[in-house]
């Protein structure tokens, strides 16, 4: 299995912060990876689609970029609204995994 | 837009098998999507279970395939998941979720675009 992990596990941030998620892969997935953001009670949300690609409808402060092993999701500019919990995902072999997460709190 | 909905039994009783359903609204079961599901224990991350083609074809996560089908119903609109031998640590609230794609030349990038609510499931006797 590939094995995804995130950095920090949880970061504390304030409004109008830029913020930065990394990804890492344990082997080269090209850029077949996802990026979702759950809030509290909610299915998740599909934010980024291979490695930046930004889904219709997300706001233009998010961005995705890396390849390879290393990935980033980054927060130019921190809303009341992004504070949630996300995740990236792997899809490069049939078996999907998702990285542990990274609970965003004020 | 894609509309999904999981149902089945809340409460499943140690060594019983998870039985859940996923209604599909808004866009063909037929069509060349792939269908999933994904858990999320209480207070934990998130876990694929598997997802199935519109053709059949199935896909599982290598630690649950000893217990884990799936089947489509185009007839319904439904795709199901069945989870046997179920133990507390399969409490979950168990997703739904539509396996989108982007193709470029030869490669494919499937995401997960379309999500139920979530879906429950205690397993207690």
Same mark, same amino acid.
């Given at each position: &299995?590939?094995?995804?992990?995130?950095?920090?596990?949880?970061?504390?941030?304030?409004?109008?912060?830029?913020?930065?998620?990394?990804?890492?892969?344990?082997?080269?997935?090209?850029?077949? #990876?996802?990026?979702?953001?759950?809030?509290?009670?909610?299915?998740?949300?599909? +934010?980024?689609?291979?490695?930046? /690609? +930004?889904?219709?409808?997300?706001?233009?402060?998010?961005?995705?970029?890396?390849?390879?092993? &290393?990935?980033?999701?980054?927060?130019?500019?921190?809303?009341?609204?992004?504070?949630? /919990?996300?995740?990236?995902?792997?899809?490069?072999?049939?078996?999907?995994?998702?990285?542990?997460?990274?609970?965003?709190?004020? | 837009?894609?509309? #999904?909905?999981?149902?089945?039994?809340?409460?499943?009783?140690?060594?019983?098998? +998870?039985? +859940?359903?996923?209604?599909?609204?808004?866009?063909?079961?037929?069509?060349?999507?792939?269908?999933?599901?994904?858990?999320?224990?209480?207070?934990?991350? #998130?876990?694929?279970?598997?997802?199935?083609?519109?053709?059949?074809?199935?896909?599982?996560?290598?630690?649950?395939?000893?217990?884990?089908?799936?089947?489509? &119903?185009?007839?319904?609109?439904?795709?199901?998941?069945?989870?046997?031998?179920?133990?507390?640590?399969?409490?979950?609230?168990?997703?739904?979720?539509?396996?989108?794609?982007?193709?470029?030349?030869?490669?494919?990038?499937?995401?997960?675009?379309?999500?139920?609510?979530?879906?429950?499931?205690?397993?207690?006797?």
């Amino acid at each position: &299995d590939i094995q995804m992990t995130q950095s920090p596990s949880s970061l504390s941030a304030s409004v109008g912060d830029r913020v930065t998620i990394t990804c890492r892969a344990s082997q080269s997935i090209s850029t077949y #990876l996802n990026w979702y953001q759950q809030k509290p009670g909610k299915a998740p949300k599909l +934010l980024i689609s291979a490695a930046s /690609t +930004l889904q219709s409808g997300v706001p233009s402060r998010f961005s995705g970029s890396g390849s390879g092993t &290393d990935f980033t999701l980054t927060i130019s500019s921190l809303q009341r609204e992004d504070f949630a /919990t996300y995740y990236c995902q792997q899809s490069y072999s049939s078996s999907y995994t998702f990285g542990q997460g990274t609970n965003l709190e004020i | 837009q894609v509309q #999904l909905q999981e149902s089945g039994p809340g409460l499943v009783k140690p060594s019983e098998t +998870l039985s +859940l359903t996923c209604t599909v609204s808004g866009h063909s079961i037929r069509s060349d999507y792939h269908w999933g599901w994904i858990r999320q224990p209480p207070g934990k991350g #998130l876990e694929w279970i598997g997802h199935i083609s519109h053709t059949g074809s199935t896909y599982y996560n290598p630690s649950l395939t000893s217990r884990v089908s799936m089947s489509v &119903d185009t007839s319904k609109s439904q795709f199901s998941l069945k989870l046997s031998s179920v133990t507390a640590s399969d409490t979950a609230v168990y997703y739904c979720a539509t396996l989108g794609r982007t193709f470029e030349y030869s490669n494919s990038w499937y995401y997960f675009d379309f999500w139920g609510q979530g879906t429950l499931v205690t397993v207690s006797s």
